[in-house]
């Protein structure tokens, strides 16, 4: 069978099924294994696409090439990742009386629903598709940040919803632009909304429209990717909802929505004077970089601390793309998939501690490494490692982005250097004492899942160290196809 | 060698340190095993790493590849003369601290002791990463793996606040420091991305971006080595370590920072402006004035070693200076003098700092005690630790015949020079600068009298300090090593400079060999014989003979009688240990002379005081003058930023609309 | 190594031996004339010396080992300090051994061997001494050290030998610059021979004494080797004086019959310099500690002022 | 512009003109009621727009999308949010952040602003309906601004999708709207949303005991 097919499939039927048999003991297992599934496809689609180049699905509606199937593989595995973390994670909130059945089975749905969402958007050729299931991908995440019902967290999921619609809405005028610059060249037919279709003609279309629509697709687009100062429903969002949550959000879905404006940027750049996307995606960069590292330097609440340390490397991220040119874009996706597994690792890490010490304060979290060494040193090294500490990979790209800039953009490396350094002491200054020294925990009747979090850290770990020769073949093309 | 290349086996010693700490990993707390068999062989692959790097000097340069690293760019690596130097220096002072280290830890007080073998061993082995990488890519991983494991072992007893705190602003301050290194690379990265120093050698850079270059790297280095502004961290975290790990960051890991620096100004960057030796000079003055001058006011043994640490960076960093301003001005031979005693003065100072941190290790063993009020008369306890000592802080106040005074006089004799410079004022002002160096060697001196007259001389300040013992055969060992390399340093100059020859060679195409094989082994002569020689073996020599023969004249003329009393004290009433110096009354007439450059708070007695006391406590201005502003400063804005997250929706939604119209409006192509 | 240079080398040392104690006899008894007072015997450093030697030594219970060690280090630093100064001759087979920052370090080494003998007991006066000769030490080395540097200028050399070569058989000219290191020079001899004003030799008044401090507790045979190496200090300090500042009559080389002309030209440069010093010290007082630094200051100003008058208006560029 | 402008296009302006009229009286009402019926009436001249686009061109994809407008915009939602306000017991005044007529001032700058923006789009154009993307620009904007200005939720709510008429109608005058399956999930999307926001209002009143979003400004940093 058509691993697409499957990939896209398993997601929404046992998203589906979920919804009927969310509650039972087992369905953490089933979670797990549709995850697996979908994975697994992903793998497969992955060597399909490796071997033979790239192909289209469902006529030309859904098209992968070496650039998402990379995020679609890295999508699948923090997916299996998260639900494997999110098993015994439940079961303890659950324990805890802060979940009731229903939501359990609510929670698996959607935990489901928003996968496949997110992997429609990302394998979509068609950009109006692109925008249908970015929104579907909210109104799913929606409903997983409110799941706790408290009033923290439907105002978070209020703001979400509000703010991410609004800024969708953007998104959806600047495709409209886009089709009607697209149009005019390729005629009313279907297809005006492909992107391959769209992308052999760039060059031809209108600079006028096409600058109006890259604005709109930004500010849309960036809303749901964090950029300041669009950026004020993430944090609320990723310390309310439960914490598998916040590392799926974080860990994926501002990259598809990171992928949905760069793929509007190939065709920007294809019809706007040179560097006009980069100058503008630089200057969103490099402001939400600096206003997320003073943001760091006064967060009390764990989650929202990594939340805004996403904002920060989503800054950096768009900062590398704004640059372009193939070191740029290697090292922006290879920020994105450090980022992705990085990020995930913390906020499993983060949810165990929290949960052990019933808290989200940082200053009530103490000496981690006393009540779970592998707690506190999954914490201790995932944040080492998201602030670029060598030798995981995360340094890797910030390594390249940083020289890079220097040659290129000497006036971005004070801003750079002192988003970063603020960075560096705000969010180590305050994980350093939650990690060691004294505590007063208590020990919890379900066993944390502690795999995920040494999974991704091994996996950082070696790709900062070593990147195979495949994986590097295949960001190249994907760097290249960004021009 | 004929199969395997220095180089590869060096490699292979980097691999068997990360073995060697990985198998402390999972012994866990497995002490005897730790202590008593994994710090013993990281010591045997200390001496082969530096016997390899003693082979590899004035050895033809040998380089690899490895399989890792990133795309386009696996790990390059070189061995050429200047690392073989501190790859010798990082071997030979690395066996010595682990064969100390292997009894310090036996005692089985230190809080996972596993995990602290691992880092241990890491840290070595990204440091011989350090000084082999010959890629941006791989020396910036070496070099964080270093900060990161060295962080780790700051931290090791982190249940105290302070130690944390320590770590932290340790780790903050290298972090800034490798960002800085890195844009230093980005500078001189060749074309596009190309990333290996080969490329960078070639690379031609306009006169400002070279500078920035340098100038950047003066300032990565110099966060890692302690230079002033970027010293805060050395004090705290020193002495925040187990003892072996000071010494290892004291006499191993600033040292690499120093390597870093000159392989950058004098290998990467083919040009050299006078002015950034004028930079470096006086950075290193001032460095080297402060690091002594709070040295001496120290009430804590561990920090006292920790300003010393940062005055000797100063010196180091004075001549770096003076070698840069001779090699811009095309005076090699005596750009290779001044190299001589930077790499000199690195051996050195390896040596007796190592030694002497190890010192205060067995101190604080015996007693549990840093602070240097609650010492005193441990020569009587302890006289393995207290003579061995003696040896470090001789060196250590740079005086003849020890390894201390061989670089400061180099050092001096480069000076003398400086008037020769084609430069109407450098000329003039350079000697002076030799005054203020000559002033900070003779403030060491005082440093190091009040360090080993306060710890091991006079009375026991605490009753408890009777029971205090010597340091076992492990660490004994460890001491005598490092003794010895501080003393061989010391009266085999000609010989040691002869191997460094290679690597002054290198960098500057000048050295000291041809003047030095004209002479004897035991004469130290730069230039010539006529124009300053120094021969440390017949100082030693003739001490000791006179010592010996007077001792056995007086003997042999008169007599040997030797009865025991009360001291006299003038005639005064024998008081008890109080009525010696404090620590801080030992450096009274410092704080003194020199009050401007310390914040003082002091406490002085009334006359009506029930229970008077007096206190004085010296803090650092830069933390006042550079470093809290910066963060009140970082405070405030991250103030006037928050205010974005107000909580109101309708303001986000209002940034989003002003956002879109604004790009709308303005920002259209 | 010529023989008449080993001879010269034997005999410098043998009369740095003899004369040291007679110059500090020669001193005080000059002293004692300005100051109207009866003259001790001129070989009274001698009695000294014998009857020292001749008592038991008394430790304190406390006395470490390195205190029984210090006075033979010292004794041995001032000796080889003495064998390196070019008293009679510039041909010495120790001369390459130390050059002149050598023999600031060899001092420097001594200092602290007696800074730490002072504190070993634990006294009050003991730890006292030892801080304050300290404070004296790093005020006074580099001082000293630029007058040799002005020196070497001169001579493009840091080598005593060739320095005093130099100035001694060189044409006639006048440097400027040497007036200012000689005063210079002076001041940091006063200082660190523990001469008023800085220090007072001759009293164990409590708040002013330096080097009586340190040694408050030293008897026998170890308080005669300190005293013996005080008066070696003294006689190298004259020496080296005389010869950088008064360098005719030292011997050029291998010339046994100038070697023999030398040493009553030493013997009276040596009696007018003692005599001077005991002026000084007569018409001095001894000034408070803490003046001790503005003193050396002034010393250091000099020899600063000497170098950059040194390279101002006798280097031609 | 033409001189002679055929009727169709005169009457797409002329429901453009009125969507736009609508826009304004939103952002003027004060009353909750009013509110959704002046968002049915802004849906239904939506459709009408639509519609005569649809038969002027013949696109049958047009009908399709001015059949799903008439269901969802004029019938669909306005139900939902009749139901919701009756249930939910809103009553009477909706209060402003902003007093009324400075938001009108502040609209009017927004029209100016956004006919700016669209004038050099709009002569690209070749549709029959060019003239009217500007005006959804501006209903966009007025919508927006009516999210920013006002207090409770549902009057949010309202505003979200008045703004989404907006983006219709600019993809009905510039193009003859969007190929039919992303008009098709636009359409889904937006009727799950309001579903998800319906039940989100009751929580949001168990919870807060009212749906004034002032009440929601408890997440913050400062």
Redesign the interface.
């Known amino acids: 069978m058509d691993f697409f097919i499957l990939m896209l499939a398993i997601p929404l039927v046992s998203g589906a099924l979920l919804t009927v048999v969310g509650e039972r003991d087992w369905a953490p297992n089933l979670n797990v294994v549709a995850s697996l599934g979908t994975f697994l496809a992903a793998v497969g689609l992955t060597a399909e696409i490796v071997a033979n180049g790239p192909r289209f699905a469902f006529g030309e ?1 859904f098209f992968i090439d070496s650039l998402n199937v990379f995020f679609v593989s890295l999508t699948a595995f923090v997916g299996l990742t998260t639900s494997i973390f999110s098993g015994p994670y439940m079961r303890n909130e659950r324990d805890r009386g802060r979940l009731s059945k229903p939501r359990l089975r609510l929670y698996k749905s959607m935990y489901q629903l928003f996968m496949f969402t997110m992997l429609a958007a990302l394998t979509t050729n ?1 950009l ?2 692109l ?2 299931a970015m ?2 991908a909210t ?1 799913t995440t ?2 997983l940040v ?1 799941l706790y ?4 967290s ?6 979400y ?3 991410c ?3 969708i ?2 998104a ?2 600047g ?3 886009l ?2 610059a697209a ?2 060249v390729l005629g ?1 037919a ?1 297809n ?2 492909l992107w391959t279709h769209l992308v052999d003609v760039k060059a031809q279309l ?4 096409m ?2 629509s890259f ?2 697709l ?2 849309g687009y960036g ?1 749901k990717v964090g950029l ?3 950026h ?2 993430l ?2 969002a990723h ?2 909802g439960p914490t598998p949550v916040s590392a799926v959000l974080s860990g994926l879905l501002l990259n598809v929505a990171l992928y949905a404006i760069l793929r509007c940027k190939v065709l920007a750049d294809g019809a ?2 040179e560097g ?1 996307a980069g100058q ?1 995606m630089i200057g969103f960069g490099l402001f939400t970089l600096l ?1 997320a590292a ?2 760091l ?3 009390k609440d764990v989650k ?1 601390m990594f939340a805004y340390s996403s904002i920060e490397h989503m800054g950096l991220i768009t900062f590398a793309f704004g640059m372009g ?3 740029a874009n ?1 090292a922006g996706l290879l920020h994105m998939t450090m980022h992705s597994l990085t990020k995930s690792a913390i906020f499993f890490a983060v949810g165990h501690a929290t949960q052990k010490t019933d808290t989200q304060l940082m200053e009530q979290i103490r000496g981690l ?1 006393r009540i779970n060494p592998l707690i506190g040193w999954g914490l201790m090294l995932g944040t ?1 490692a998201i ?5 995981f990979g995360v ?2 790209s910030e ?2 982005i ?6 290129h953009y000497p006036w971005a ?1 004070p801003i750079l ?1 002192l988003a ?3 960075a ?2 705000s969010i ?2 305050k994980v ?2 939650m990690v ?3 505590t007063t925990a208590k020990r919890l009747p379900h066993a944390p899942a502690i795999t995920p979090v040494f999974l991704h850290l091994g996996l950082v770990l070696m790709l ?4 195979p ?1 495949y ?2 073949r295949w ?2 093309e994907a760097a290249r196809m960004l021009g | 060698m004929s199969g395997l290349l220095t180089l590869d086996l060096l490699i292979l010693a980097a691999c068997a340190w990360l073995v060697t700490g990985l198998l402390g990993v999972f012994a866990g707390r497995a002490t005897g095993f730790i202590a008593g068999l994994l710090f013993p062989l990281g010591a045997v692959i200390g001496i082969g790493v530096g016997l390899l790097g003693l082979n590899a000097l004035g050895a033809p340069t040998q380089t690899a590849v490895l ?6 760019l696996p790990f390059h690596l070189r061995l050429d003369n200047l690392s073989a130097v501190f790859t010798l220096l990082l071997g030979f002072a690395g066996a010595g601290i682990s064969i100390y280290a292997a009894g310090y830890f036996a005692k089985g007080d230190t809080p996972g002791l596993g995990p602290l073998c691992f880092e241990y061993h890491v840290f070595l082995g990204s440091m011989l990463m350090v000084l082999l990488a010959d890629d ?2 791989a020396f ?2 070496a ?3 270093m ?2 494991s060295s962080f780790f072992l700051v ?1 090791t007893d ?2 105290h ?1 302070e130690i ?1 705190r320590a ?2 602003l340790y ?2 301050i290298a ?2 420091g490798a ?2 290194i ?2 230093s ?3 001189m ?1 060749g074309g ?2 190309d ?1 290996n120093f080969a490329a960078m050698r070639t690379v031609e850079l306009t006169p400002t971006w070279t500078s920035a270059a340098f100038l950047l790297a003066l300032a990565g280095f110099g966060a890692k080595a302690g230079l002033v502004p970027l010293h805060v961290w050395l004090p705290e975290a020193h002495p925040a370590a187990p003892s072996p790990v000071s010494a290892m960051m004291s006499g191993v890991m600033l040292k690499t920072a120093i390597y870093g620096l000159l392989r950058v100004s004098f290998d990467l960057l083919h040009t050299t402006i006078w002015w950034w030796g004028v930079v470096a000079l006086v950075i290193g003055l001032l460095t080297a004035i402060f690091g002594v001058l709070y040295s001496t006011v120290q009430s804590d043994m561990k920090r006292l070693l920790a300003y010393s640490s940062i005055e000797n960076i100063g010196l180091i960093a004075v001549a770096i200076g003076l070698t840069l301003i001779f090699h811009a001005y095309g005076m090699d031979a005596l750009a290779a003098l001044a190299l001589t005693a930077v790499l000199y003065h690195c051996l050195a100072h390896a040596g007796f700092k190592s030694l002497l941190f190890l010192c205060t290790g067995s101190v604080l063993h015996a007693t549990h005690e840093r602070s240097l009020g609650k010492l005193g008369g441990l020569i009587h306890p302890m006289p393995w630790v207290a003579w061995l000592a003696l040896a470090g802080i001789i060196a250590g106040a740079g005086l003849p015949p020890l390894s201390g005074f061989v670089s400061e006089w180099l050092l001096l004799q480069g000076f003398l020079f400086s008037p020769g410079l084609p430069h109407p004022w450098l000329n003039m002002v350079v000697p002076v600068a030799a005054a203020l160096v000559v002033l900070v060697a003779a403030l060491a001196g005082f440093a190091m009298v009040k360090f080993y007259g306060i710890i091991f001389l006079g009375q026991m300040r605490e009753p408890a300090l009777k029971d205090a013992h010597d340091a076992g055969p492990w660490e004994r060992a460890g001491l005598v090593w490092l003794a010895l390399i501080t003393v061989l340093l010391g009266v085999l100059p000609s010989t040691v400079i002869l191997r460094l020859d290679a690597a002054t060679q290198q960098l500057l195409g000048a050295g000291l060999a041809n003047t030095l094989q004209q002479q004897g082994w035991w004469m130290l002569a730069p230039i010539s014989a006529e124009r300053a020689s120094y021969e440390p073996l017949i100082v030693l020599v003739s001490i000791a003979v006179t010592l010996l023969a007077s001792r056995w004249l007086v003997r042999s003329l008169f007599h040997g009688r030797v009865r025991r009393s009360s001291p006299w004290d003038c005639g005064y009433h024998f008081e008890g240990p109080r009525a010696q110096d404090t620590a801080e009354g030992f450096s009274q007439p410092i704080r003194r002379i020199f009050e401007p450059m310390f914040r003082m708070q002091r406490h002085f007695p009334a006359a009506r005081d029930k229970q008077p006391y007096y206190s004085v406590k010296v803090e650092d201005h830069f933390w006042y003058w550079c470093y809290l502003p910066i963060a009140r400063l ?2 405030w ?3 006037m ?2 205010a ?2 107000g909580g109101r ?1 309708a303001v ?2 209002m ?2 609309f002003i ?2 119209l604004l ?2 409006l303005v ?3 | 190594m010529s023989f008449s240079g080993a001879l010269a080398q034997l005999f410098a040392i043998a009369l740095a031996l003899v004369l040291a104690p007679l110059l500090s006899g020669w001193v005080g008894q000059c002293r004692a004339w300005l100051q109207s007072r009866t003259a001790p015997p001129l070989l009274l450093p001698y009695y000294m010396l014998r009857k020292l030697f001749e008592k038991d030594v008394v430790l304190a219970h406390n006395a470490s080992s390195l205190f029984r060690a210090a006075p033979f280090v010292i004794f041995g630093c001032m000796l080889l300090a003495c064998a390196i100064v070019p008293t009679l001759s510039t041909d010495l087979p120790f001369a390459p051994a130390a050059d002149a920052l050598a023999l600031v370090g060899i001092f420097g080494l001594a200092r602290i061997f007696i800074a730490l003998a002072g504190m070993d007991v634990g006294t009050a006066f003991g730890s006292l001494g030892g801080r304050r000769e300290m404070l004296v030490g790093f005020l006074a080395e580099p001082a000293l050290l630029m007058v040799f540097f002005t020196l070497a200028m001169i001579a493009q050399s840091t080598s005593l030998a060739t320095i005093v070569e130099t100035l001694a058989h060189r044409e006639l000219i006048i440097y400027p610059s040497l007036a200012f290191a000689g005063v210079a020079f002076t001041f940091v001899s006063l200082a660190e021979n523990a001469r008023v004003p800085v220090d007072n030799p001759a009293t164990h008044l409590e708040l002013t004494m330096i080097h009586e401090a340190m040694i408050l507790e030293y008897t026998g045979r170890h308080l005669a080797l300190i005293e013996w190496a005080a008066s070696l200090k003294l006689y190298a300090y004259s020496c080296l004086g005389l010869a950088l500042f008064f360098p005719w009559g030292i011997a050029p080389g291998d010339n046994i019959l100038a070697l023999a002309a030398a040493i009553p030209l030493l013997l009276l440069k040596l009696a007018i310099g003692g005599f001077l010093l005991a002026a000084i010290e007569t018409v001095n007082a001894k000034m408070r500690i803490f003046r001790a630094p503005e003193f050396l200051g002034t010393a250091f100003m000099l020899a600063v002022l000497g170098l950059l008058v040194r390279l101002l208006l006798e280097v031609k560029v | 512009m033409n001189a002679a402008i055929p009727l169709s296009a005169q009457l797409i302006n002329l429901f453009a003109a009125v969507i736009l009229l609508l826009a304004f009286a939103m952002l003027a009402q004060r009353r909750m009621l009013s509110l959704v019926n002046l968002f049915a009436a802004q849906g239904f001249c939506l459709f009408l727009a639509t519609l005569t686009a649809a038969v002027t061109t013949g ?1 049958s994809h047009l009908f399709y999308s001015a059949g799903l407008t008439l269901l969802l915009k004029v019938i669909a939602l306005p139900w939902i949010l009749y139901r919701l306000v009756r249930q939910l017991n809103i009553k009477g005044e909706v209060e402003a952040l902003i007093n009324i007529p400075t938001t009108m001032l502040v609209g009017i700058v927004l029209v100016m602003a956004a006919f700016n ?1 669209a004038l ?2 709009s002569e ?3 549709t029959i309906t060019r003239g009217t993307l500007g005006i959804a ?1 501006a209903v ?1 904007m007025l919508a ?1 601004l009516m ?1 920013i200005t006002r207090q409770k ?1 549902i009057s ?1 709510v309202v505003g ?1 999708l008045s ?2 008429n907006g ?1 219709f109608l ?2 009905t005058s ?3 709207g ?5 008009e098709l ?2 359409a ?2 937006v009727l ?2 309001m579903i ?2 319906g039940v ?1 209002f009751f ?2 009143r168990d ?2 005991d009212s749906l004034d ?1 002032r009440h ?4 913050k ?2």
Not at chain 1, 387 to 391: S, T, W
């Open positions: 509606q068609n109006g598709i925008w249908v929104e579907a109104l929606v409903l409110s019902r408290t009033p923290a439907l105002e978070a999921a209020w703001k919803f509000i703010l619609g609004v800024g809405a953007q959806l005028f495709t409209v632009l089709y009607f149009e005019r009313a279907g005006a909304l209108e600079p006028t429209i600058a109006l604005i709109f930004l500010v809303t300041a100062p669009l004020n429903w944090p609320d310390a309310e706007l004077p006009y503008l206003v003073f943001f330097s006064r967060q929202r040119g193939p070191i290697f490494i080492l602030l670029g500490m060598p030798p340094f890797a390594f390249m940083l020289t890079h800039a220097m040659k490396i250097l970063l350094g603020v560096f002491a180590f200054g350093q004492p060691f020294g004294e900062g160290l070593y990147i020769p994986l590097t960001f190249h | 399989a890792i690293g990133l795309p386009d941006a890519y910036m991983v070099w964080e793996c900060a990161l931290t982190h249940k606040e944390r770590g932290f780790l903050l972090h800034i960002i800085a890195l844009l690379f980005g500078v990265t596009e991305g990333y970082a405070n804005i991250s103030a930023i928050v974005l997250q929706i986000y939604l940034y989003s956002t879109l790009l709308l920002a259209r192509p | 696109q923006v050099p789009i690209l154009s070749h620009l966009v927006f999210m939720a949010q979200f703004m989404e983006l600019a993809a510039a193009t003859y969007m190929p039919m399956v992303v999930g636009i889904l999307d799950v949303g998800i926001l989100f929580q949001i919870q807060f979003i929601m400004e408890k997440l940093d400062n």
